[in-house]
């Protein structure tokens, strides 16, 4: 299994990262694209990465980032990309729902970082809240040549077909699997089968209860202030995906293995 989009860099993880991982690839997950946000936690997703051969590291500047971001952002950011031909550049994105949001901004950092992913030759992974028209619209006028993610697709279903056509794959959370969320799992019956993937972007997303194997702080309900998603949740994630989809869960496993490799920098990594 794999697990392609998560934040293992994130403090709530800390000093217990390790064993998370442990647990998570005892459950048979081998491979976590790990997604950096911003220059202060590129290093730690750097740090993971060389501690962790099954880590594939991301680096981006989060929609959320933007305005807060040092002057040689950019900079930094493309030596990152340049010195690991296994990096991804992600999560980047648009975003109108935070609060304070600078559009203009977020377009600028946008298309800086959709233009570095095209000179690398690597895979992108793209948050979006509130502002698919304006994503499609930079998509189809910077048409990326290499694949991007569309991790956790909250779009319109109208415009899955749309962004497929320009490359586009999607990512399932079980987040989606909360009663309140149907509509956006719906959604997800109209993903092409070839470009579907899987993810638990932990610790964030945390699914409904019932696919909370692995509960963080000993409860399973979002009550709970202190409970986060932990990675190894996947695999009920997985599950979930297979029981829709009528598929057996090995056949998804193989079906999402062919597809990142086809993702991952358009390759058969």
Known sequence: MIDCHLHLQDPRFGPSVGEAMETARSCGITRFVVNGTCPEDWPLVKALAHRF????????LHPWQVGGETESWLNELELLIAEDPRACVGEIGLDRWIRGHDP???REAFLKQLRLAEIFGRSLTIHCLKAWGTLLELIRENRPRTPFL???YGGPPEMVADFADLGAYYSLSGYFFREDKADKLATFDRVPIDRLLLETDAPDMLPPPRLIRFPV???TGPGDSNAFNHPANLIAIRDAAAARLKMDPSALDRLVEANFARWYHGSSA
Request: zero cysteines.
């Open 104 to 106: 203009e901004r977020q």
């Open 150 to 152: 569309l991790h956790s």
């Open 217 to 219: 702080s000993g409860k």
């Open 53 to 60: 051969p099954e880590v594939i590291p991301s680096y981006g």
